[in-house]
């Protein structure tokens, strides 16, 4: 129940294209869902976070869309550049608790 | 400001040997986690300390695994004896309290 699912694997977009992972998680007591970016040889780096009382945050070219009912939640990057290139995890935590990290997904952004 | 720092980098090891890794957290930040990453997978937490006090070792194999955290600053992480299974990556990160957590370079370990 403390799973985190994580997909696609990897993905490869054009320049200029939309990114979109996706994430979903059984255990309902999770309340903070965090998208961390990790580049080679580098520790993760928290890019954007939500919390399930909203369905939707935007940061720039970073959007997470939050489905409470469906226990999915997902990453939107608009406009992807060749430097968005990394590896990125999907996590989740309920207060006070472990963050559990999804599989994370090679992205690569063809210039 | 600085970020989280480890030490050492890259480690090598024969199997059977012992090894140890550093981490020294942003300063201020009272919680620092020890992570797991396989490759091609996401971070498992191993250990999460509050200050000097162990919060979360559930995750942490005690047989061969061993964690400090000594003032409640810096922490060393050791393996004794290594396995070939535990070659990874070792991160450590650190928040205050609860907060965002951040991560450091991790030390890619190499059991030969």
């Known amino acids: 129940q403390q799973q985190v699912k994580q997909s696609p694997q990897s993905l490869i977009v054009q320049k200029g294209g939309i990114s979109i992972i996706n994430c979903a998680y059984e255990?309902?007591?999770?309340?903070?869902f965090p998208w961390y970016q990790q580049f080679p040889g580098k520790g993760p780096a928290l890019l954007i976070a939500?919390?399930?009382?909203?369905s939707e945050k935007k940061e720039g070219r970073f959007t997470i869309s939050f489905n409470k009912s469906a226990k999915q939640f997902s990453l939107h990057i608009m406009d992807s550049q060749p430097g968005d290139s990394a590896t990125y995890f999907c996590a989740a935590e309920t207060s006070g608790s472990r963050l559990t990290f999804g599989e994370g997904t090679q992205l690569t952004v063809n210039p | 400001e600085a970020g989280v720092v480890q030490s050492p980098r890259y480690k090598i090891i024969e199997k059977k040997q012992p090894v140890a890794f550093w981490c020294n957290p942003i300063?201020?930040?009272?919680?620092l986690y020890w992570y797991l990453q396989n490759l091609g997978q996401g971070p498992e937490l191993l250990i999460r300390?509050?200050?000097?006090?162990?919060?979360?070792d559930s995750q942490l194999p005690k047989d061969r695994f061993s964690a400090e955290r000594l003032k409640g600053v810096d922490s060393t992480l050791k393996i004794q004896p290594a396995e070939l299974g535990d070659s990874a990556v070792y991160l450590c990160a650190s928040s205050f309290y609860t907060d965002t957590q951040y991560f450091g370079p991790g030390t890619r370990l190499t059991v030969l």
């Open positions: 255990n309902t007591a999770f309340d903070y």
């Open positions: 939500i919390r399930p009382d909203v």
């Open positions: 300390y509050e200050n000097e006090e162990a919060v979360d």
């Open positions: 300063s201020g930040h009272n919680t």
